[in-house]
């Protein structure tokens, strides 16, 4: 199947039993794919650093506390994968219908597999919505959403990885990202987690409650008053 967006043409095909995504005239940047089960979703599962990693404290994963996930703007579903393999349960929101493809695609396979597929049966969910507008109507209140908007595209594009260039290519910049950090915090029940590069600037020039740097990116934390959160 031929997708065109706005920018390049873009073919979707199944090959050794999975969904690929791969761009026509570009043959050297291979093909995406989502893979719960092998690669590097594994390999973190597995060597990743547990609850001790930087995204689990973000968004207050620790003894005694498994709080419900919104990952509103869920791409190919490796925030998501992580923190649902640490016990929590994530409900993933993507607008595209091709990058829904492929995580639907990814998210069954892993729930045929025979070491992971029990327990991602119960924690990962997804649904296509644009978060914009279906934020206003979830049927529960998760108590973390969670937003990782796509950054403008580097300069050089040998920095980019492989799968972040084509999701830019062919979905473009979030442009609506800080209406919707105003839209999930009114949404979530403790706290909003915003993911950004290393050197961004705050979502809607909003200052956050906390701040977790790894490396390259950073988490910013917007607590929610106890006033406000929703019954």
């Not at 992580?82 to 892993?110: F, K």
């Not at 206003?136 to 990782?148: A, R, T």
Request: aromatic content about 4%; glycine content about 6%.
């Amino acid at each position: 199947m031929i997708s065109n967006s706005k920018t390049a043409p873009f073919i979707l095909e199944t090959i050794d039993q999975r969904l690929q995504l791969r761009k026509s005239d570009e043959p050297k940047l291979g093909s995406v794919c989502v893979d719960f089960v092998k690669g590097s979703n594994a390999h973190r599962r597995k060597f990743g650093g547990g609850r001790r990693q930087a995204i689990a404290r973000a968004v207050g994963l620790k003894k005694g506390a498994t709080p419900s996930i919104l990952d509103a703007t869920a791409g190919l579903g490796r925030d998501a994968f992580v923190l649902a393999s640490l016990g929590c349960r994530v409900h993933m929101l993507e607008r595209s219908p091709i990058i829904t493809d492929l995580l639907a695609d990814g998210l069954q396979r892993a729930k045929n597999d025979a070491q992971i597929g029990t327990w991602i049966s119960k924690r990962l969910t997804l649904d296509i919505k644009d978060s914009t507008k279906g934020l206003s109507s979830l049927p529960f209140k998760p108590d973390v959403v969670y937003l990782d908007p796509m950054y403008p595209e580097k300069k050089k594009s040998a920095l980019v990885k492989k799968e972040m260039r084509m999701l830019q290519l062919l979905l473009g910049n979030d442009l609506d990202s800080d209406n919707l950090l105003e839209i999930a915090l009114n949404i979530a029940q403790q706290r909003v987690v915003v993911k950004r590069s290393a050197h961004a600037s705050h979502l809607a020039d909003k200052t956050p409650n906390a701040t977790i740097k790894t490396q390259k990116n950073r988490f910013d934390i917007y607590l929610i008053p106890n006033q406000n959160r929703k019954d």
